[in-house]
């Protein structure tokens, strides 16, 4: 007998952990079951991470082509205080002088090879 | 060798209750200690084919005392502190005097080092020798009986007991 019998009193398990045991061994579909919801979960969270380091891109891309586009638009546009082109752009140039503006003027008609456009001086 | 069903059962039914009383006083949670042991024994189960039966036991030891270390782990990692004291169902027909002093050996207990504890536990209820509970935990046979004896001493302190008793 143990020095420290004298301390402990048996505990007793509750029933039925044989039985659980058997249904466990004959029946492991729980066990599968668990294991399909683990993949399941998996899964989600793969699909989860994926389109959380995708949509940042997507975002961040949309956003780059807005910009360009705007820009795009405003080199198009006739500057402000400046001349009306009808059928056409223009582009204002730096001229180096205060009293002289230089526009680079592009017509949208069908422009004969050999002439791409023509600065003028207005 | 593959490990015969029957052999598996005759296992559970030697092994459960001191099981059951060494997990207890680790876990302090019934379902804790039923799963314990369950989930040790299907894992038994399902490595079958490479499981001799002249080591079943000391193998299902071992399993469930690990299980059980990964659920106290668990514990501390979610600061999950359990105390279940279902004593008097666990005790049967014992005299309330008894379920009183098994409340305050529990608490002493829960007052000794994971590892001594362990060696004590398993001194008392598993029916090994010193050399087999060394080799299930891994640890020389010397440490089995320096780490019982420490125990031992604390818990008469622990407990109020003088070391004449």
């Known amino acids: 007998m143990n020095e420290s019998s004298q301390f402990f009193t048996d505990l007793r398990p509750p029933a039925g952990g044989l039985q659980r045991l058997h249904r466990t061994i004959h029946h492991p579909k729980g066990r599968a079951h668990r294991t399909g919801r683990l993949l399941v979960a998996s899964a989600f969270a793969v699909a989860f991470l994926l389109l959380a380091s995708l949509v940042p891109g997507i975002v961040m891309r949309h956003r780059q082509t807005a910009k360009l586009v705007s820009a795009m638009h405003a080199a198009v546009a006739p500057p402000a205080n400046g001349i009306e082109v009808v059928d056409g752009a223009a582009l204002e140039l730096p001229s180096g002088q205060a009293n002289v503006r230089l526009y680079l003027v592009q017509s949208n008609a069908a422009v004969p090879s050999g002439q791409n456009g023509s600065a003028e001086r207005l | 060798m593959a490990l015969r069903e029957d052999a598996l059962y005759a296992s559970y039914r030697r092994l459960e209750k001191p099981l059951f009383n060494v997990l207890y006083r680790q876990l302090w949670h019934v379902e804790d200690c039923q799963d314990v042991i369950h989930d040790a024994y299907v894992r038994v189960w399902e490595r079958r084919g490479k499981v001799d039966e002249a080591t079943l036991d000391a193998l299902v030891w071992t399993t469930a005392l690990n299980l059980a270390k990964n659920r106290l782990r668990w514990r501390v990692l979610r600061r999950h502190d359990v105390v279940d004291e279902n004593l008097p169902q666990l005790m049967g027909d014992a005299q309330p005097m008894d379920f009183l002093a098994t409340r305050r050996l529990h608490e002493a207990l829960r007052q000794l080092p994971h590892a001594w504890r362990q ?22 046979a010397g440490t089995v009986a320096s780490r019982k004896h420490l125990a031992m001493v604390r818990l008469k302190a622990l407990m109020g007991v003088s070391g004449n008793e």
């Open chain 2, 119 to 140: 060696v004590l536990l398993l001194s008392e209820f598993s029916g090994m020798r010193g050399n087999e509970i060394a080799g299930v935990l891994g640890i020389p």
